[in-house]
């Protein structure tokens, strides 16, 4: 059985940096996309960042330069580093994965999901 479990999230101040993880088992974790995805109250879930089996990234939106992921395959362990966070960027953050290789375009096509770390960012 997959599991995918997000920690690190919480409330910090504008400007401040959060770094969420996410435990993966059940699955080969070491050749599989995985990525990172958050969902603000009534918007509609948007992609963060993924990372690929080989370890290629692609930040998507406007994250930019600001969240950087990594992955850990001797812990099975997928990082998001959040700096400069802004009052926008409170969401639910999820973890996601495919087992597959390659990261889809459309964050639909992941066969996998956590339950979620709630960022909140005041002003």
């Known amino acids: 059985q997959v599991h995918l479990v997000e920690s690190g999230g919480g409330s910090v101040q504008s400007g401040g940096s959060l770094r969420l993880s996410c435990a993966a088992s059940g699955y080969n974790y070491n050749s599989s996309c995985m990525g990172w995805f958050r969902q603000a109250p009534d918007k509609e879930r948007e992609g963060v960042a993924d990372?690929?089996?080989?370890?290629?990234?692609r930040d998507r939106w406007s994250m930019k330069g600001r969240f950087t992921i990594s992955r850990d395959n001797a812990k099975n362990t997928l990082y998001l580093q959040m700096n400069n966070l802004k009052p926008d960027d409170t969401a639910m953050y999820y973890c996601?994965?495919?087992?597959?290789?390659?990261?889809?375009?459309?964050?639909?096509?992941?066969?996998?999901w956590g339950q979620g770390t709630q960022v909140t960012v005041s002003s």
């Open positions: 996601a994965a495919k087992r597959q290789r390659v990261c889809p375009i459309s964050i639909r096509d992941f066969d996998y």
């Open positions: 990372i690929d089996g080989v370890g290629r990234t």
